[in-house]
T-cell receptor, first 112, second 115 residues
């Protein structure tokens, strides 16, 4: 039973355009959400997070939006760059002390 | 930040055998975690290993199948015992501290194939 769902296994975006990665969750107890980025043969690295008390968090080219009523969050990357090609994992946790539940990941391809 | 290395990076094993995966961290950490990513699936937490206490296993994972050692604050091992093809996965260790989910650092993973 997937509590964190990333329904797009892959996404291709032209360099310079906006990349939008989507994530849905089912557990209403989730209170803290994270995005991780993973390159081949490397472990995932933390990218950006958002607490449920906010609906938007921005860090440079990366913005995460949270819609609690829809149990949906998205990661926006603008402008997209070749180095953004990676697998992106959405994750959630009931609080920052608890274990993290990951989605299956979305592979992002940035096209030249 | 923390730099984490894992050995081996990959292995191909026969069913019925066991493999021990090592995780080394460049600094002392209290909490270490072991994850599994089966093909096409999400990262799933196997267990939490704190130095000085027995590992805590998540539902669906048992110590007989995945024994863990944590002899000191910079090292841990995960053994995959009596392997079957269903154990073919990427196994990752990670470190973190309580209250900071966004500062959890991952090792590069061990890709295991069981024939």
């Amino acid at each position: 039973d997937q509590q964190v769902k990333q329904n797009s296994p892959s996404l291709s975006v032209q360099e310079g355009r906006i990349s939008i990665l989507n994530c849905d969750y089912t557990n209403s107890m989730f209170d803290y959400f994270l995005w991780y980025k993973k390159y081949p043969a490397e472990g995932p690295t933390f990218l950006i997070s958002i607490s449920s008390i906010k609906d938007k968090n921005e860090d440079g080219r990366f913005t995460v939006f949270l819609n609690k009523s829809a149990k949906h969050l998205s990661l926006h990357i603008v402008p997209s760059q070749p180095g953004d090609s990676a697998v992106y994992f959405c994750a959630a946790t009931p609080n920052r002390d608890d274990k993290i539940i990951f989605g299956k990941g979305t592979r992002l391809h940035i096209l030249p | 930040s923390a730099v984490i290395s894992q050995k081996p990076s990959r292995d191909i094993c026969q069913r019925g055998t066991s493999l021990t995966i090592q995780c080394q961290v460049d600094s002392q950490v209290t909490m270490m975690f072991w994850y599994r990513q089966q093909p096409g699936q999400s990262l799933t937490l196997i267990a939490t290993a704190n130095q000085g206490s027995e590992a805590t296993y998540e539902s669906g994972f048992v110590i007989d199948k995945f024994p863990i050692s944590r002899p000191n604050l910079t090292f841990s091992t995960l053994t995959v015992s009596n392997m079957s093809p269903e154990d073919s996965s990427i196994y990752l260790c990670s470190v973190g501290r309580t209250g900071s989910a966004d500062t959890q650092y991952f090792g590069p993973g061990t890709r295991l194939t069981v024939l």
